[in-house]
């Protein structure tokens, strides 16, 4: 019997009530008496020299309260990079000053450049009309490799080269994995990219800036995934506000992806304005800007070699990749080709040597970051994809050939230096096979040459880390913040709670999974349970949701306050039962002393706290109400197995995905229908990467994707019905609930298994064998290469 | 968007006098109104062609035309132009219904967008395109792209439509749009074959001579094999290239052939 409420029950959505019916509260419903609205003018050229501005015309337009420019940042900070990765040469990564607004140069189209702040959006546009900029036109930096080859035309003119970083990983490895390749008997190499993608949450980006003169108070309403982060870096890195005058709020939000994690020059902006003009200040991303402002993801170029024994034994993996940084390092940019990419490179493998190299570089494009799975997926492609292309090279099949080389016993120390504590990869692969009917295939196969249709069959497998992170490990790693999380656990008077927690829900259902939670530890009905998130005015210093970290670390905060809290209400209770706490049991919202029939309610225990009237106040504190902060031992490894089935016709190269089948092992799990959504939303990413999404740039740097007329998005009919299984579970070992996280698995998992079914499809046709194609998989690319 | 005064007329007498005062007409403004939110057009003064009832409808002549009214919405088309089946399930297929809801033929054919469904009807059929002041055959209609024979001010009042012995419409999207990469027009009359390609050439939609030569002289999908278009006026775009486009007009036009119904 499926349960009905507690940890593993599928719970319907709270939240989903007041999102589906219009109630919610998205920054950009936050209208604030007095706003004034600001509008960016931003670069249409790629590269340039900025001699000048003239904004004289503008500030004399109708409703003009200033314009800003690059001018009146100068006495402030930049945008600062979070992470500091040190190349294989022990050196410091070259990081760039990145200004709010563009002074003296201009580095990529989207970039802003002024900021018109007028009584209404129209009036400040059109006063964006009358700008006047004096530039000269620099050749743009575009293709990676040529940014690094040739440094005559540099981003920024203050650093050597474009070079951000040149980093190994593991350095010590790199003779060893050289050797064992020279040695081995049969080496496939794969040159493949991993295309640029533009996150397009639902919700674009909002901040609204508020001043209060009275008791110099700065607030911040923003779209984020991360409002403790924000203040962070932007209180102390940029604008120099004291973290106890400045609030930073984010109210629902639709959608992240990663995107809403890093600080944006529009907030600070935003803040800046509203104390220099003494009025609230809002800002509303149009699609558009969206398009060009919001950082990318993706965007690798990478050259895989995997090199395997007589007996098709893996022996090593060497790989070169560039990274493309976009025009300055965005918050977290750093961080994702090298420690969330090369620690997952042993992918699902015992593959003893394994050798990363990554060269980050600036070029004149928008800044790219985390984007769902960040690191990951490009790891996950690459190793998948070589995997599928020795197997075909060797004619072996491509399940029994990862079979063959699967991690079997945990905790397994990787040779990229991290540690999975518990998986059971045969037992996913089982899972796959059964639900995926590969028994089925040859038939549904020859059906489709019935209809002049090729049809192919890819799988690939995926591990990931998230729970991101302990702190002190990716202290060393240079991240310049912890990656703990908090929750407090507020017991009111009459028994509801209120959980305060530092992670934060932008469609991941926290509001209704963390309460799951609670009331399995206590006995409470969910709805006597309300989670408060987004406002660091409310929430205990958290570092927000990324990286399928909520459950895993801050989830686990959530379980030590509610221990704290379930102890001091054991002593409260064994007071009023005048028993010894150490006698007393909680089991469905009561108290009772082991072994008799004395209990007590949990509301009645509660009472006594607030107004403790018989109560031991020499030995406890009235109130009740508990923090924990945690951070967790290693990060967590939900892995897993993918089958893709495409339909592909071969007149047109338009290829159907006809079935998807996902068997994950995340640990336990706390609301099953929850987890289901989130891996059909990635595995839509997923597809949309493989298939559709791609964001191009021409040479002079000018966006060519730059709306939805160009850039696709998978829609419901480019994806088919799903089927998901999570009913394998190796619970993680070190957090309290066992739990792995579940949010980016699917964009991860997804786009090998999709590339490799168009190369088996293609293979199984008469015409000539194609041994790759890069995504997204386009009709012409695919038929392209058919050719 | 810029500011801009906005006329209503409720006859066509009186958009036609409205428009000789300037203006820039609205029928649907599917393509017109994203380009006043990106503030790439600053018209002054839009003349809607909303509201006028005689502007509306779909109806037969006795010629057995199809005569569909220039402010008719696509959605009402493929409602009612049932007894042109080729024409209704293209009418059908346009945009999304939010699309086919507001835009109508007029406005697509006035602003005949290279990538635009209707002109690969209209030509196809060899429809006569009707304005307030003239017939205008569509052979001599579609000039180039984003270019028609209109003078300034006319206004699309009604396109009549022959109705051929079989036609089909093949569309082969643009994965990012849904316009038309590659899309044909197919229709069969008594005295010959129609073929009308949209999306692909750099000169709007155009008909393909030698597909209707030899589909005039059978018309059977075969027909076709062997020939091969001139990639030398396709568009390259992001999403497809010449030699891409030039291989699905043949591929498309195949299939038109074995779906004309």
Known sequence: ?787 | MYAFDLERPTTLDAAVKAMAAGGQPLSGGQTLIPTLKARLADPGKLISLHSIPELKGVSTDAEGRICIKGATTHGTVAAEAVAYPALAHLAARIGDPAVRTRGTIGGSLANNDPSACYPAAALGSGATICTDRREIAADDYFQGMFATALEDGEIVTEVKFPVPQVAAYEKFIQPASRFPLVAVFVAKFADGVRVAITGASETGVFRWAEAEAALSARFEASALDGLAMDPDHMIADLHGDKAYRAHLCGVMAKRAVMHAA
């Not at chain 1, 046709?765 to 695919?782: E, F």
């Open chain 1, 1 to 787: 019997m499926p349960k009905d409420s507690g940890i593993g029950a599928s719970s319907k959505r709270r939240e989903d009530v007041r999102f589906l019916t219009g109630s919610g509260n998205y920054t950009d419903d936050i209208n604030i008496f007095g706003q004034l609205h600001v509008h960016f003018l931003r670069a249409d050229m790629a590269h340039a020299k900025l001699n000048g501005v003239d904004t004289a015309a503008a500030e004399a337009m109708p409703g003009v309260h200033r314009v800003f420019t690059g001018a009146d940042f100068e006495a402030v900070g930049g945008i600062p990079c979070g992470w500091l990765i040190t190349d294989r040469f022990g050196q410091p990564m070259q990081e760039p000053r990145h200004p709010v607004l563009a002074h003296g140069k201009i580095r990529h189209v989207g970039e802003p450049i002024c900021a018109v702040v007028a009584d209404t959006l129209a009036q400040a546009r059109d006063a964006a009309e009358a700008i006047v900029l004096d530039y000269e036109t620099l050749p743009a930096v575009i293709d990676m490799k040529a940014a690094v080859s040739d440094s005559s035309v540099k981003v920024h003119e203050e650093l050597t080269s474009n070079l951000c970083y040149d980093w190994g990983f593991v350095e010590d490895n790199r003779d060893a994995v050289d050797a064992a390749i020279k040695g081995a008997a049969h080496v496939t190499t794969l040159e493949l990219v991993n295309n640029r993608l533009v996150a397009n949450p639902m919700e674009p980006r909002v901040a609204v800036g508020e001043y209060n003169r009275s008791d110099d108070m700065h607030t911040l309403h923003t779209t984020s995934q991360n409002p403790h982060v924000i203040r962070l870096l932007m209180g102390a890195f940029v604008l120099g506000i004291p973290e106890h005058k400045l609030r930073v709020v984010a109210p629902d939000v639709g959608g992240g992806f990663g995107t809403k994690i890093f600080h944006y020059a529009e907030e600070a902006f935003c803040t800046f304005a509203a104390k220099a003009l003494n009025r609230p200040v809002k800002w509303t991303s149009t699609r558009s800007e969206a398009f060009m402002s919001d950082a990318h993801g993706r965007d690798h170029v990478t050259k895989i070699e995997l090199a395997l024994d007589a007996d098709n034994n893996f022996v090593a993996v060497r790989t070169e990749t560039y990274a493309n940084m976009g025009a300055y390092l965005s918050t977290f940019a750093s961080s994702v080709p090298t420690w969330l990419h090369g620690t997952l490179m042993a992918g699902n493998y015992k593959t003893p040597h394994v050798y990363v190299n990554v060269k980050a570089v600036f070029t004149n494009t928008v800044p790219v970051d985390a984007y769902r799975g960040a690191g990951r997926p490009e790891a996950t492609y690459q190793l998948e994809r070589v995997i599928d292309m020795a197997a075909r090279e060797l004619g072996v099949d491509p399940i029994a050939l990862r079979r063959q080389n699967f991690i079997t016993e945990f905790p397994y120390a990787t040779p990229v230096a991290v540690e999975y504590d518990t998986g059971d990869y045969h037992a996913t692969m089982d899972k796959l096979e059964e639900i995926a009917d590969f028994a089925g295939f040859k038939a549904r196969r020859a059906e489709s040459e019935r209809n002049g249709k090729l049809r192919g069959l890819g799988i690939n497998c995926y591990i990931e880390a998230c729970g991101i992170a302990p702190s002190n490990l990716v202290g060393q790693l240079g991240a310049r913040a912890g990656l703990y999380d908090a929750a407090t656990v507020r017991v009111n008077a009459t028994g509801s709670i209120s959980v305060m927690v530092g992670a934060h829900s932008h469609g991941q259902g926290h509001e209704t999974s963390f309460p799951q939670v609670i009331s399995e530890m206590i006995g409470i009905p969910e709805d006597q349970i309300t989670i408060v998130h987004g406002d660091t005015s409310k929430i205990p210093f958290g570092m927000g949701t990324y990286g399928s970290r909520s459950l895993a670390v801050c989830g686990s905060a959530m379980v030590r306050a509610a221990e704290k809290v379930i102890n001091k209400a054991k002593k409260i209770a064994a007071h009023l039962l005048e028993a010894s706490d150490g006698d007393i049991e909680l089991k469905d919202g009561r108290f009772s002393v082991a072994g008799t029939d004395k209990s007590v309610a949990w509301g009645d225990v509660t009472l006594a706290a607030y107004v403790p009237h018989n109560y031991p106040l020499t030995d406890i504190e009235p109130g009740l109400e508990e923090t924990a902060f945690y951070d967790p031992a290693n990060f967590t490894y939900p892995s897993g197995a993918y089958a893709c089935e495409v339909e592909l016709d071969p007149e047109t190269g338009h290829v159907k995905i006809d079935r998807f089948s996902a068997a994950d092992d995340f640990g336990n799990i706390i609301n099953p229908m929850i987890v289901t959504g989130q891996v059909h939303g990635g595995i839509a990413q997923g597809i949309g990467q493989a298939m559709l999404e791609g964001c191009v740039y021409d040479a002079d740097g000018q966006l060519l994707s730059a709306s939805y007329m160009d850039y696709a998005m998978p829609r419901a009919l480019d994806v088919p019905f799903y089927t998901v299984d999570h009913s394998c579970q190796t619970p993680c070992t070190h957090n309290p609930l066992g739990v792995k996280g579940c949010g980016e698995a699917g964009a991860i998992g997804s786009p090998p298994s999709v590339v490799n079914a168009v190369i088996d499809a293609i293979a199984s046709g008469s015409g000539k064998a194609v041994a790759h194609i890069d995504m997204p998989l386009t009709p012409s690319r695919v038929w392209a290469a058919m050719q």
